[in-house]
């Protein structure tokens, strides 16, 4: 369970519980990899500030996902945001997401990352960026892949000091 504790993590919970795992797994109706099991045990609904580089265009748009979401269940008369089992159902009633696609992740805004649990993309991460800007060259909204795997995804991931949020190549 040390194996992202190198990822500095502001204000995690404990880690998930075997039946708040297997609650999100039914949810979703795939098995969780080892490696986002491993990744929950450390961050479980804390708050990451590392950037990730997405395709935009001619450059690269950076993008901070700093919020990772909870295994935690909503609790009767408390906002449920930021708790999987809710953004699986939100994302599948506000943007169609498939029933393999976990939200894992925001960027404090309507973007947000999944872990594609479906046979055909297994592991893959993507996100559904909302609002790029036209200057970016890609789409307003848009549902890109950030990596095959967990593994890829958080070796992606670094501190940024930089305010510029887009960078040409």
């Known amino acids: 369970m040390t194996r992202f504790r190198h990822l500095e993590i502001e204000d995690p919970l404990d880690p998930p519980t075997a039946e708040e795992l297997a609650a999100v797994e039914e949810a979703v109706g795939a098995r969780l990899p080892g490696p986002f099991v491993e990744f929950l045990a450390t961050a479980n609904g804390g708050r990451l500030d590392y950037s990730f580089d997405v395709p935009a265009g001619d450059g690269v748009l950076r993008m901070v996902f700093w919020s ?60 559904f960026i909302e609002g790029l800007p036209q200057w970016t060259g890609v789409l307003q909204s848009a549902l890109v892949t950030l990596a095959p795997d967990f593994d890829g995804f958080v070796s992606a991931l670094y501190l940024n000091l930089e305010e510029e949020r887009f960078h040409p190549q």
């Open 68 to 127: 990772v979401l909870s295994t935690r269940r909503p609790l009767p008369g408390v906002p449920a945001h930021g708790k999987l089992l809710h953004e699986i159902e939100a994302e599948r009633r506000l943007r169609g997401a498939g029933r393999h696609l976990l939200p894992f992740a925001t960027d404090g805004g309507a973007s947000v990352v999944y872990l594609d649990l479906s046979p055909e993309g297994y592991g893959r991460v993507v996100a």
